[in-house]
């Protein structure tokens, strides 16, 4: 009987009245919708947990979605935000990324990690060098293919190293 009078109530009811009926109802059950411009974030995380206990599953993973997509955009966000910061910096300091950490990024030329030049490991007829790395030079693919071997251009070991001193 709740029922019916409760229904016979809101026909009776202009459709404003109706509206906001609704309205009190879904506002008794949560937490007071706070001002989304001025409300803290711990207020707005208290009302978000508060709304979630209503949702269904489908409604759940949808904002499981959102969140990850946000969290994501905003992780990007915060990082270009903080690189274009480190960028600004060392432009006004005069420093580069090289100067701060030389270790983590690629040198332009093949040297060693002391920035010695690698020792030759092999010599030419005309002089020409090659330190056993990297692509075989022509100089030398020449003279295989002409049947020498290749171990017939091996420097010493004595006179690959450092010069003595």
Do not use: Y
Request: cysteine-free.
């Amino acid at each position: 009987m709740a029922r019916a009078a409760r229904g016979t109530e809101t026909r009776d009811m202009p459709e404003t009245d109706r509206a906001d009926n609704r309205t009190q109802e879904f506002e008794g059950a949560l937490t007071p919708l706070p001002d989304l411009d001025h409300a803290s974030e711990p207020e707005l995380l208290r009302f978000m947990e508060s709304a979630i206990d209503r949702l269904s599953v489908d409604s759940l993973v949808q904002i499981g979605f959102a969140v990850r997509a946000k969290r994501l955009a905003k992780q990007e966000e915060n990082q270009l935000t903080a690189r274009q910061k480190i960028e600004e910096q060392l432009r006004n300091s005069g420093l580069s990324l090289r100067d701060l950490f030389p270790e983590l990024l690629p040198t332009t030329s093949r040297k060693r990690a002391d920035g010695e030049a690698l020792p030759p490991k092999f010599r030419g007829p005309n002089g020409e060098s090659w330190s056993g790395r990297g692509r075989l030079p022509n100089w030398l693919s020449i003279l295989e293919k002409g049947g020498h071997n290749r171990q017939e251009f091996k420097i010493p070991d004595e006179e690959s190293g450092p010069p003595p001193g």
